[in-house]
């Protein structure tokens, strides 16, 4: 039996996203399956050419395992709140080397939110500067998943900013010494 990847799996409070055909944005849904914010995403790239075919198919499952990213390392983009039309701004962390500069921040209805990885398997999120939530990645009961331990009460705004963090920005990064050999075995 093959698991169903984590970006597809709800989040523990039940909401989960789904991304448009031309693979361009993400939409936020809540536990209803109700749209309730829109992030665009970094495009799948299609290839043409002599093994355009089998780059295209490898791209494509890897789209399938992973699930979609984000579009640029420290650029600015647009979080779309569906009911209300109000905007927000989700800065994705660095690219390269440390842990710390990877962290990840959503400024949305007057919140400052960022998730900082703490860990290759752990990350905390703050609102405005206080602990709101701790994540880990691993394993339960033999599926891989993200554990989500919330420590003060969360509302539908929270809920828009967790889902995002989990799905996109995906709590725990690998560190400098394992983009570095991530980096080394890529190389042909």
Not at 11 to 16: A, I, K
Not at 41 to 57: C, H, L, V, W, Y
């Amino acid at each position: 039996m093959t698991e169903t990847p984590l970006w597809l799996r709800p989040t523990s409070s039940g909401w989960r996203v789904a991304v448009d055909e031309a693979r361009t944005h993400m939409d936020v849904l809540d536990s209803a399956g109700t749209v309730q914010a829109r992030v665009p995403i970094k495009p799948t790239e299609t290839f043409t050419g002599p093994f355009a075919d089998r780059m295209n198919s490898t791209t494509n499952k890897a789209f399938e395992d992973n699930g979609p990213q984000l579009t640029f390392a420290r650029r600015p983009v647009p979080v779309e709140l569906i009911g209300t039309g109000d905007t927000g701004t989700l800065i994705p962390g660095a690219a390269d080397g440390r842990r710390s500069t990877k962290s990840v921040v959503i400024e949305l209805q007057g919140r400052h939110y960022i998730m900082r990885h703490t860990s290759s398997s752990k990350a905390d999120v703050l609102r405005d500067g206080s602990l709101i939530v701790r994540f880990a990645t691993g394993r339960q009961n033999g599926v891989h998943r993200y554990l989500r331990n919330d420590l003060l009460p969360l509302d539908p705004t929270d809920e828009i900013v967790l889902t995002i963090f989990e799905k996109l920005g995906r709590p725990g990064r690998a560190g400098a010494i394992s983009d570095f050999f991530t980096a080394l075995s890529n190389l042909y």
